[in-house]
């Protein structure tokens, strides 16, 4: 089994990712049985008072660096491994996010320790550590074992409860000078597309909207709901590549995550892209002719059935019972 696992903390413009959170507490549940610590490792600028939030860890390793404010691949590259032999972990989490990605196969490489992606689930089956992989955009799982435990692994993000991995104990800060490295490639500046109308992540009701609308003039037909609900419309990426609604309401791996109290999926078949986005709604109601649609795998409702028909029904319903 490991000796230590190290987890690298996502963060941008000052908040601390889910992602973190997520690994935290697989970290935290792999520990119990494996008796390891767990390390969160946080390196950039101005970042030590990201720290408290971190308390699922044994403890908090801290590389600051005026020039990082998004480190680049090669400093997180030079302390993590650093950490491998200092700490004598075996084991590494890291986000399977844009932040984060082709980061794990060149540590690994690195390392000389095998590289698992994709990762939705870490269980332990005696001294080996068995990592359930998603391959071809999650059409199959599989299990891939680590006879000793050892190994870089790269989370897929909402894979495990983000809850368990925060913690209000305060833990301990180490600190460790950023290592003098040479980057080809340096963060200048985040460049974000200008605010649409309407923040669809703050939003309590979604109504999201994909290829089953058939044109552009059917999205009146949503807007019209979501006005009655309280809410917003959304869409998955077909919808936003037509022109239909501006990119600020695109939701899924190249577009927003969103966690609203009610999601609406019409007319969306929920590709795993589309599913990162909004797997985490409280309450995911989903329309779809096609009663394979794999929405429905992961929906709490789901109605079989035309979205342009079932789409005023609905809105009259609604208004129905506000008055």
Partial sequence: MSAGILVLVEHLKGAVADITFEMLGAARQLAQASQAPVHAVLVGKDVAGLAAQLGAADAVIVVEDAAAELPSTELVLAVLRQLLE???????????????????????????????????????????????????GGKILSDVRLPDGRGVISIYPGSFPA???????????????????????????????????????????LVGVGRGIQSRDHVQLAEELAAALGGAVCASRPVIDQGWLPLSRQVGKSGLTVKPRVYLALGISGAPEHWEGMQNSECII???????????????????????????????KVKARKT
């Avoid at 590494?92 to 490489?109: D, K, Q, W």
């Avoid at 974000?192 to 923040?199: F, I, Q, R």
């Fill in 86 to 136: 200092q700490k004598q972990a075996g084991l590494v989490l890291l986000g399977g996010t844009n932040v984060s990605f082709g980061l794990g196969v060149r540590l690994a490489a690195r390392a000389k320790l095998p590289f698992v992606n994709f990762c939705k689930g870490l269980r332990w089956d005696n001294r080996a550590l068995v990592c359930t992989s998603q391959l071809f």
């Fill in 163 to 205: 809850d368990a991995g925060k913690s209000d104990k305060t833990p301990p800060v180490e600190r460790l000078a950023a290592p003098a490295v040479q980057s080809k490639v340096v963060f200048r500046q985040l460049l974000e597309p200008a605010a649409g109308d309407v923040d669809i992540t703050k939003q309590r009701v």
């Fill in 286 to 316: 989903a329309i779809n002719t096609d009663p394979r649609a794999p929405i429905f795998d992961g929906a709490h409702f789901g109605v079989v059935g035309d979205v342009l028909e079932l789409l005023p029904l609905l809105t009259e």
